[in-house]
Each structure stands twice: as structure tokens, then as C-alpha cells.
């Protein structure tokens, strides 16, 4: 079984400062992906950035970057100069695929991410 | 990519009445997933569903749920006879591939309350 845990319930970052949004995971699969989703106050879920468990650079998708530090097992998710825009919640998941498994996503408790002006 | 959409946006039952939400793709998505969020915890698998079969599902989808496509084209999540701890956010996701790589884009969500 595959298991996210992501320890911290709420961030807070001054707007236009660096954040960091912790991920740890767990999987005897070697071939799995990580996945960031945003869900704002409205509720939908937005997919933000990917790592694959073989990529060899760490992801990154405009101000969102993704330090992947495989034999740690941890894949935190880094925003760069924080938005007012940014304040949400922050899912981390992890697919695998094999056997009868095609793609399910687990995900952590969320980070909730305030950033004040 | 487009996402998809999903209907209701919002549904209001009472305990043991039966739902239907429905999930609106694009043709040529080929993998499709329920998941669900009760208010204010994690989003948990329900069921994944390709070629028209189940795939898989978790153990939270027991005999109350089902899926099906009955017209090749929408995708619908059915519970049967509504309980209290069913009320969530039902989101249906889905990708064109089935793999650990593939992104999985989700709908809007269904937010169900059972009274």
C-alpha cells in the first residue's frame, strides 16, 4: 500500500517570499509518480506539478518546483515568490500503475497555505 | 487539457434516497475516477474504471455504490441508499492514460449533503 503523509497542517508566507510544503511518501513500487494538487476556497482541485520516479531533474513549472529527494522518499513542493493567489490547500499524492492498479492517486492531509500581503 | 464537467454541483437528499452524479468527458478519455472528500479531510479513492469495467476500487466501495456508462459517453456514480457519512465532495477524474505518469485532471466536484 502507498501512504502521503504531509506533518504540516497550516503554512504561513509574506507574499512574494519562497515557501516550502513538506511531502514524505511510501511505496514498494519502483515506478510511481508525485503529483501537487491546489484546491482552493471553491473547491476544485487543480493539478500543479509532476515527478516521475525515474526523472532524474527536479520538476518544475513556473513558480512551482518540486525537490525530489528519492532516497529520502520526499518530494516537497517549493513556491517561489508566494502570491495572495496561492492561499489554499496543498494535496500531495503518489500513483502507482501495475497489476490491477491503473493510476490511483493517494493523497496526504493537505497543507493549508495562507500568504499574507 | 480539458478538464471535465461534472452535474449536479450541488445535491441535497434525504438518508436512504438514491443519487446519480454524473461525469461529463471528453470522447477519447479512456480512464475514469471517482474520489471523495468529506468536508475538511483528505481525498479518498473510490473506483477506477477503463473500457467500460471497473478496475479497481477501495473498500470504501461496497454494495451501496456503482458506476456505470450507460450511454458511451457519460459517467455516472450511483449510491443507492444514501447514509449521513456519505455526505462529501465527489470528484470524477480522469486521463488518457493509465499509468503511474499519467496526470489525472479532476471535474469541479458534486458536493452531496444527506439530511
Known amino acids: 500500500a502507498q501512504k502521503i503523509t504531509q506533518t504540516q497542517p497550516g503554512m504561513f508566507v509574506q507574499e512574494k517570499e519562497a515557501v516550502t510544503l513538506d511531502c514524505t511518501y511510501d511505496?514498494?513500487?519502483?515506478?510511481?509518480?508525485l503529483f501537487w494538487y491546489k484546491q482552493p476556497s471553491s473547491g476544485e482541485m487543480i493539478f500543479l506539478i509532476y515527478?516521475?520516479?525515474?526523472?532524474?531533474q527536479n520538476a518544475t513549472e513556473g513558480r512551482y518546483s518540486l525537490n525530489f529527494q528519492k532516497a529520502r522518499k520526499s518530494a516537497n513542493l517549493v513556491i517561489s515568490a508566494s502570491q495572495l493567489g496561492d492561499s489554499a490547500m496543498y494535496f500531495c499524492?503518489?500513483?502507482?500503475?501495475?497489476?490491477?492498479?491503473?493510476?490511483?492517486?493517494?493523497f496526504g492531509q493537505g497543507t493549508i497555505l495562507t500568504v499574507h500581503p | 487539457e480539458p478538464e471535465v464537467t461534472q452535474t449536479p454541483s450541488h445535491q441535497v437528499t434525504q438518508m436512504g434516497q438514491e443519487v446519480i452524479l454524473r461525469c461529463v468527458p471528453i470522447?477519447?478519455?479512456?480512464?475514469f475516477y471517482w474520489y471523495r472528500q468529506i468536508l475538511g479531510q483528505k481525498v479518498e479513492f473510490l473506483v477506477s474504471?477503463?473500457?467500460?469495467?471497473?478496475?479497481?476500487k477501495s473498500e470504501i466501495f461496497d454494495d451501496q455504490f456503482s458506476v456505470e456508462r450507460p450511454d458511451g459517453s457519460n459517467f455516472t456514480l450511483k449510491i443507492r441508499s444514501t447514509k449521513l457519512e456519505d455526505s462529501a465532495m465527489y470528484f470524477c477524474?480522469?486521463?488518457?492514460?493509465?499509468?503511474?505518469?499519467?496526470?489525472?485532471?479532476f471535474g469541479p466536484g458534486t458536493r452531496l449533503t444527506v439530511l
Open positions: 499524492a503518489i500513483g502507482i500503475a501495475g497489476g490491477t492498479s491503473y493510476g490511483k492517486l493517494t
Open positions: 511505496t514498494s513500487d519502483p515506478s510511481y509518480g
Open positions: 515527478q516521475g520516479s525515474y526523472d532524474q
Open positions: 470522447s477519447n478519455h479512456l480512464y
Open positions: 474504471f477503463y473500457n467500460n469495467e471497473i478496475s479497481e
Open positions: 477524474a480522469r486521463t488518457t492514460g493509465g499509468g503511474a505518469s499519467d496526470t489525472q485532471y
